[in-house]
């Protein structure tokens, strides 16, 4: 997610079990997060954090068969259709020639269109700016961000405190 | 997150690291000035290369008669080196790829560079068919356009094509999927830096922000790239394998070639990976990331893949005879003993011979052994190439029309110019990127840490005796 001219809360964590407990029980105290940042993938957080699953992989399925239909129909159109030629006494439609390139272009139409959809998706790409939280997350801090315009600020702050953030600060992003 | 990790696993992290310490170990050789070791490196893979760009243009000025080709050997170097190459780029997507849908977690430790050196050996070999068409300015015919010549499409029914679309494919997937892996680390190295470097870094991160949403994504995104991606590095050299297969000629003409090819791919792969690996964990003082384990368990891929590689050839011959098809045991007669006994000899010392060393554990946890068998598989694989290719043409139906192939200096010239690409390439990418991937290493960090297993983990709980478990928690 991309965040933009939000008031916000935050505390840093140094583990990522200390952030697994903590969201729990922001979770059972209702406290609603804005977003949770680490380093590193942190496995046993989406459930907690009530992230649905990605769907990239449907998107995925989709672009391959469109692969596919490509490549197949494709080859078919241009050897029985827009220019029949007979190669080595075959028919011209010689459906097991066509298996290679058919099976390359859902591999390659699969991975293309999955890529570009998690760039769009999450707002990612060349020459996009986010702001910055703190430059230790991507290193070794794990942050939980309140926005202030859905938390009681001070609630968050003892929140963060208590669960063991060992910092806590507000920010504009 | 609490693990459970079996004792005997050794640790792939050593030197108890933080989260903090991977950073630093993993990004800093971005941020200082390059080593002595590594300006000499650049300087003799760009003069290399320079040779390799004069002896390319020489060829497409002069044409290829500037090559040694003759009649019946049509294929030369260029398509021995094309194989070689393309050999060479299967390892990385294999380690990266069908290591991660097996969950082997040795694999963050070498992906990174694994994947890398994959892409720039498919750039070496997509060069070798590029100019050996003859005229390198129309190549673009290859592809299936609509054109203002008919339209006239190109044959999808021959093997070569299948290969321009494979070759392709593998480029463009290989690329998106390291690439995609190195977002993360980029901005790592963007959040450590200031000023332009901060600006261009933030440039090649996409502007990156760590959200657990993205991460879970990227999670999803990678396994299906993974899911992807295996059956298309098999696919790959399968189909260059079609290349000589679905022809007549006598020793080419085996069904036993898809998986040979695999393996074989795999198997110098490997080689390539650790010939470079061994010099750059030294040189970027990586011994606790790419530990002595991971060099074994190359070695171990190295080893099953070598035998396969041995059975096939011996499976070659045995056909050869059990046929009794006269042209194809004159082949192999020809292959073995005739003109060019000296590379089949060496194809069969270097590959199949001199790997059964590893079956020795001591052997195969040695650097310096390991850096010997890679450098005599790279040799041995590239004779099987020369092999199959070369030798099989200069002898073929008509004894009239028998030769003996040599290349020219320009073809050994295109050819040490492909070391200097590939190296030149592989120099930039240990200067501007993370060499391991940073994130991942920190993922596998708690349950293969070495304060957290093996024989000197620092256990911060009550011991629960008698279980063959030691369940790791958090300090």
Redesign the interface.
Known sequence: MSYKNQDIVYGLYDDEEILLKAVQVAKDKHLEIMDVFSPFPVHGLDPILGLSESRLHIAGFVYGMLGTLTAFLGMTWIFTKDWPIIFGGKPYWSVPSFIPITFELTVLFASIGMVVSFYIVCGLGPGVVNPTIDNRITDDKFCIAFNKKDVNAQEAESFLRETGASEVNSKIL | ??AVVSPIREPLVQGSK???QI?EDLISPTEKTPSAAWTIGFILSVTTLLGGIFCITWTIWHGIGTWNLNRTVGWGWDITNFVWWIGIGHAGTLISAILLLFRQKWRTGVNRAAEAMTIFAVICAALFPGIHVGRAWVVFYFF?YPNTR????P?????L??DL??I??YF??SL??WY?GL??DF??V???AKGLRRKIY??LS????????????????S???AG??T??VL?VHT?VS?DFATSVIPGWHTTIFPPYFVAGAIFSGFAMVQTLMLVTRKILKLEEYITIGHIESMNKVILATGTIVGVAYLTELFVAWYSGYVYEQAAFFNRALGPYWWAYFGMMFCNVMSPQIFWKKSFRRSVWITFLMSIFINIGMWFERFVIIATTLARDYLPSSWSYYTPTWVEIGIYLGTFGLFFTLYLIFTRVAPVVAV??V??ILKSAGDQYTGPNAVHHHEHDHGSENVEVH??
Do not use: C
Request: charge should be positive; glycine fraction near 4%; proline fraction near 7%.
């Open positions: 997150m609490s933080t989260y903090h950073t299936p008919g339209p006239l499409w044959n999808f029914n021959s093997p094509l299948w679309f494979a392709s494919t463009t997937v998106l999927f995609t977002v993360p901005a790592t963007r959040d450590r933030n440039f996409f502007g990156w922000t760590g959200s657990a949403k993205h991460w879970q994504r990227w999670e999803s995104l396994l299906v790239l992807l991606a059956p298309l696919s189909i079609f994130a991942e920190k993922s958090n300090h």
